[in-house]
């Protein structure tokens, strides 16, 4: 059966890599299964149609023969469970390596998304300069607890996960903000992340789809 994923018409982001169906597109490259993507305006993402597929009106959404699914961790670790190269052997190691996947999402990321939205959506306001510190020193905390586990393995728990795919899609979002090169040993993490074949790949298609002359 064909998997069918969906990505924006135009990504906000332009083809960085931001865009929640990179990390989909890395997964199935990591795994070798081929896929196809459905590409979606922002007038279409509220249509009925696609509101069936995702009750919240966004991207990705995955499909395959009868099943549907939203939301990225949630099609990330079901390719993960049926395709080899993303979860452990051992029952423990792949426990381990799912918890790293919710840790990235419910732990590690949200800080980040809000001082994404504050530098965005609330430069301007009168009390950006005073609130901004407090916003950034919440991206940090995780940032310490992540960079003195990680120590200096190359990945969070031996070989290389889904969590690690995961939460290098997430600290991804920080290159941009300065606060990375704060940890060293996390920056070198991400670029691990980012030189690995499979992301190349899947990073090159979301470009692609945005930048059509970098191809």
Do not use: C
């Amino acid at each position: 059966m064909t998997i069918t994923i969906t990505a924006f018409e135009r990504s906000p982001d332009g083809g960085k890599g931001l865009a929640r169906d990179t990390r989909v597109r890395w997964a199935l490259e990591e795994v070798g299964q081929p896929y196809e993507v459905r590409l979606v305006s922002f007038k279409a993402m509220k249509e009925p149609a696609h509101l069936a597929l995702h009750p919240f009106g966004q991207i990705p959404t995955y499909e395959e023969g009868d099943l549907g699914l939203f939301e990225t961790g949630a099609i990330v670790l079901h390719i993960a469970q049926h395709h080899a190269g993303l979860l452990p052997d051992d029952a423990n190691a792949r426990a381990r390596a799912i918890t790293w996947m919710f840790a990235a999402l419910s732990t590690v990321e949200p800080p980040i998304l809000e001082l994404a939205n504050a530098r965005l959506f609330e430069r301007d306001k009168p009390w950006s300069a005073q609130r901004m510190p407090l916003v950034e020193e919440r991206v940090r905390n995780p940032l310490g607890q992540l960079s003195r586990r990680l120590g200096g393995a190359d990945w969070l728990d031996g070989a290389f996960s889904a969590g690690d795919l995961m939460m290098v899609s997430v600290l991804l979002r920080l290159k941009a903000s300065g606060l990375l090169d704060e940890y060293p040993d996390l920056a070198a993490y991400v670029a691990r992340g980012e030189a690995r074949p499979a992301y190349k790949r899947a990073f090159a298609a979301q470009l692609a789809v945005n930048n059509p002359a970098a191809g």
